[in-house]
């Protein structure tokens, strides 16, 4: 797909800048769907237009009350993450902040809050040990805070749904968070999850007892338990 577009991404990135101006809801998701795709297919190239598309994703980053514009806002993050790595660092302060004043939102879609928790392992992974120290407490504590999250056991199977969303991002957001920091040649942010690891575990032992818990979930949360092995000190 890369080759196929090659000379032709600034058109692109062009029209669908154009698609931004129109009133319409519907249209902006499409084109933060198609952005997302856009800087997957060309990757690292992708960072030469993202301070023109900054603005236009804060914009939809904060349309909480369109949640599924917010919802697919919040899926480019992880795409530019994948696709800019360390180039995203100058603009990881400002994400991380945007996503905690959403997660704080009460008004907020929930359904909207569980891919939030996930994006701060995207940034981790792709910033590392250059991830901002000061502002890994407010996304642990998001994390956190997340993960104690319980709901009624009266057979609602949206809330159950939800649920298991919710606490298969959680741990998405916590492994990516500990393998970012875990790197070779600089751990000291590790010592800002430390800090959280009685409670990461207390989580686990949660999702342990759960009786809807399902194979992926087990899955992650075998995954985690080998990251927080092999990133803390002995």
């Not at 993450?81 to 004043?101: K, N, S």
């Amino acid at each position: 797909v890369e080759g196929a577009i090659v000379g032709h991404d600034q058109r692109i990135f062009n029209c669908l800048m154009k698609v931004f101006e129109s009133p319409s809801a519907t249209a902006h998701a499409e084109a933060y769907m198609a952005m997302g795709a856009l800087a997957n297919a060309i990757e690292s190239r992708f960072t030469e237009y993202f301070k023109v598309f900054y603005p236009v994703l804060c914009r939809g980053l904060a349309a909480t009350t369109e949640h599924q514009v917010c919802f697919v806002a919040v899926g480019v993050i992880g795409d530019v993450c994948r696709a800019m790595e360390a180039a995203i660092l100058p603009y990881t302060t400002p994400l991380v902040d945007g996503l905690v004043t959403n997660l704080r939102n009460k008004m907020l879609e929930r359904t909207v809050k569980p891919a939030m928790l996930s994006a701060f392992g995207d940034l981790a992974l792709a910033v590392g040990p250059s991830f901002p120290p000061d502002r890994i407490e407010p996304a642990m504590q998001m994390l956190i805070d997340a993960s104690k999250t319980t709901v009624p056991n009266d057979g609602d199977e949206d809330l159950l749904d939800f649920l298991v969303d919710l606490r298969t991002h959680v741990m998405e957001g916590l492994t990516a968070m500990i393998q970012g920091f875990n790197d070779d040649a600089n751990r000291s942010l590790l010592q800002y999850v430390v800090k959280f690891v009685p409670e990461i575990c207390a989580f686990l032992q949660l999702v342990a007892m759960d009786p809807n818990r399902d194979g992926k979930i087990c899955y992650n949360a075998t995954a985690l338990v080998g990251d927080l092995f092999q990133a803390m000190p002995q």
